[in-house]
């Protein structure tokens, strides 16, 4: 969120005081401190944006009221970004070897000297 944005956040908010007794009843006054609270915390240069909106969502009644005038996002909001580079080539293939005595062993590419076997030390195969 750019500053502009967490600005017209915390006005709204501001605006939202006067609400507040309408919107929520007697729970207006904890959430009249928690808010000067946060208020206080952006005056000083901290970024209140997270708890602002945290808070906002608490009642359906200032979520609804906030919504309209500036969109929160959801905590279910998650975005996708595939890794970088071709997908074709994020599975590497395999080269398979085989000891005589059926170990297998994978490797990501072909040897230039067959490797010997983890478990019998005998020298594998490429399959």
């Not at 500053?3 to 017209?8: F, G, Q």
């Not at 507040?20 to 206080?40: C, D, I, T, Y």
């Not at 297998?104 to 072909?110: A, T, Y």
């Amino acid at each position: 969120m750019s500053s502009d944005e967490e600005n017209k956040l915390i006005t709204e908010a501001k605006n939202i005081l006067a609400e507040l007794p309408k919107l929520l009843g007697k729970k207006a006054e904890s959430v009249e401190k928690e808010l000067e609270s946060l208020f206080a915390r952006a005056e000083s240069g901290e970024s209140i944006k997270r708890p602002l909106r945290s808070l906002l969502r608490q009642y359906e009644e200032t979520r609804k009221w906030m919504e309209k005038r500036v969109p929160l996002p959801t905590n279910n909001d998650k975005s996708y970004s595939p890794l970088a580079g071709d997908p074709d080539l994020s599975e590497m293939p395999l080269t398979v070897y085989k000891c005589p005595n059926n170990h297998i062993q994978r490797f990501p590419r072909v040897l230039s000297n067959p490797p010997t076997c983890q478990t019998c030390e005998l020298l594998m195969t490429k399959q």
